[in-house]
């Protein structure tokens, strides 16, 4: 997955847990490719630049704690709290953190990032946090894992052309880009752009028998891309039940029982590049 994309994957589910937690401080980061350290990229309700960019490492503080163990953690008064390490109390203290959550992106039993909340007092961190706290990392490993898998089977093809990911990115942005203007000649100009990427991708006529609407090849370019349903929605303006709708229609009618074989028949059938 494109850095790009992972960004957008973590800002949207950081944005979903502040929402449904109520917590003033979320933040969160993924473990770099190769294994690198996790480092902090987004921020939000931060007053500080104190804690974008620090590395955490295993072991060490509560997302240290989160990273070994697999498994989320949570202080209530951080400055003072017994069962973790301190090598991040400085830049906690600067950003006044006192109660702290840290829950981890697990995918195929590989931590792949953590994903923070906090309160700027010292008080008990109930179950309405925890629970949208947990949910919100579930988005990001769905995105995560639907991403891994379509890489790994598009792997020959990106290899002869490496440019390939960011032309289906685009096209994916495009789609569902194009229902969202209200101009009608802006529109198909847009979606003709679409066509044409198709064509340079080398995209075959789609299958005798396969015909997608509109929307559902929208809902598809949005999951190709890795997007979870919420953050589908988000993207093409519609409602998460409508999303899972028009993608319950797609995988009913190219045959597939989940959202990664419904993209590669999608594929397959010409419906996407």
């Not at 994309?5 to 502040?18: C, D, H, N, S, Y």
């Not at 921020?43 to 804690?51: E, K």
């Not at 995209?203 to 090849?217: N, S, W, Y």
Request: with cysteine.
């Amino acid at each position: 997955m494109s850095e790009r994309i992972e960004a957008v994957e973590l800002r949207a589910a950081l944005v979903r847990l502040r929402r449904g937690s109520g917590l003033p401080v979320v933040f969160g980061g993924l473990v770099q490719e190769g294994g690198l350290p996790l480092r902090i990229a987004e921020l939000h309700g931060a007053v500080t630049p104190a804690l974008r960019g620090l590395t955490i490492s295993p072991g060490n503080g509560l997302g240290g704690k989160c990273l070994a163990l697999a498994r989320p953690c949570a202080v209530t008064d951080y400055p003072v709290a017994r069962h973790i390490t301190h090598e991040y109390d400085l830049p906690v203290s600067a950003e006044g953190l006192r109660s702290v959550i840290a829950v981890p992106v697990v995918v195929r039993r590989q931590v792949r990032g953590v994903l923070y909340g906090a309160l700027r007092d010292a008080l008990p961190l109930g179950e309405r946090v925890f629970d949208a706290a947990v949910a919100a990392a579930r988005d990001v490993e769905q995105a995560l894992a639907v991403r891994d898998e379509v890489n790994r089977l598009v792997e020959p093809a990106e290899a002869s052309d490496p440019s390939w990911e960011e032309v289906r990115h685009a096209y994916g942005e495009l789609r569902a880009l194009a229902p969202r203007v209200g101009d009608s000649e802006l529109r198909a100009r847009l979606l003709a752009v679409c066509g044409r990427l198709e064509s340079a991708a080398g995209v075959p006529a789609p299958v005798a028998g396969v015909a997608l609407t509109p929307r559902e090849t929208d809902v598809l370019a949005a999951v190709a891309s890795g997007a979870t349903n919420a953050a589908a929605a988000q993207r093409l303006g519609l409602r998460p039940e409508t999303v899972k709708g028009y993608l319950r229609s797609a995988m009913r009618k190219l045959g597939a029982h989940t959202r990664l074989e419904a993209v590669v028949a999608a594929r397959r059938a010409g419906a996407l590049p």
